[in-house]
T-cell receptor
Framework: AQSVTQLDSHVSVSEGTPVLLRCNYS??????LFWYVQHPNKGLQLLLK????ATLVKGINGFEAEFKKSETSFHLTKPSAHMSDAAEYFC??????????????WGLGTSLAVNP | KAGVTQTPRYLIKTRGQQVTLSCSPI?????VSWYQQTPGQGLQFLFE???????NKGNFPGRFSGRQFSNSRSEMNVSTLELGDSALYLC???????????????FGPGTRLLVL
């Protein structure tokens, strides 16, 4: 069965330092992978997605993620954290065969705190 | 372009009642997906509607149902409410069916339902 595991439920960094949010997935088929961000009292917003093109995916707000098939990972990184990055981050993997009836499986989220 | 809107934003019901939530997708989007978000379970997929047809369904009981109208607006209904139905219900729209796996979804702010 397909699944996604976010390895840290909480991450705390200082402003200006790098961010690493870890995500491992399992999928029997070529997956599509996403990172979404949810700020308090706001809707979910897509940060970036991987759909079998370049393995290094650049997203909005300086975030990027690298698809590593051998490690079944899709970690999210940012070189320098900003206070506005404090939010909940979700890793998402598509489940099922290519074509119809794929479902998105969501990780439980990583809460990112950015300290001044 | 207006984003995804959901009404109402907050709702309080008692056990045994039923509730109807509404979602208006981004103009031109034909797919609407519904999710339940709780602290313990994360985001769980309820169902997807595309061109007024249910395309995909998660593992929820039959008390949870939905429909989509010709203007792509969607409603979700929960009958015989239980305490465990308290959650944030999120609606997401996309241009094409998200069942293909790679489609970007745009989320509304959610409806927070409290069942007493």
């Amino acid at each position: 069965a397909q699944s996604v595991t976010q390895l840290d439920s909480h991450v705390s960094v200082s402003e200006g330092t790098p961010v690493l949010l870890r995500c491992n997935y399992s999928s029997s088929y070529s997956p599509s992978l996403f990172w979404y961000v949810q700020h308090p009292n706001k809707g979910l917003q897509l940060l970036l997605k991987y759909t079998s093109a370049a393995t290094l995916v650049k997203g909005i707000n300086g975030f990027e993620a690298e698809f590593k098939k051998s490690e079944t990972s899709f970690h999210l990184t940012k070189p320098s954290a900003h206070m506005s990055d404090a939010a909940e981050y979700f890793c998402v993997v598509s489940q099922g065969m290519a074509g119809n009836n794929r479902k998105l499986i969501w990780g439980l989220g990583t809460s990112l705190a950015v300290n001044p | 372009k207006a984003g995804v809107t959901q009404t109402p934003r907050y709702l309080i019901k008692t056990r045994g009642q039923q509730v109807t939530l509404s979602c208006s997708p981004i103009s031109g989007h034909r797919s609407v997906s519904w999710y339940q978000q709780t602290p313990g379970q994360g985001l769980q997929f309820l169902f997807e509607y595309f061109s007024e047809t249910q395309r995909n369904k998660g593992n929820f009981p039959g008390r949870f149902s939905g429909r989509q109208f010709s203007n792509s607006r969607s409603e979700m209904n929960v009958s015989t409410l239980e305490l465990g139905d308290s959650a944030l219900y999120l609606c997401a729209s996309s241009l094409r069916s998200s069942s293909g796996g790679g489609e970007t979804q745009y989320f509304g702010p959610g409806t927070r339902l409290l069942v007493l």
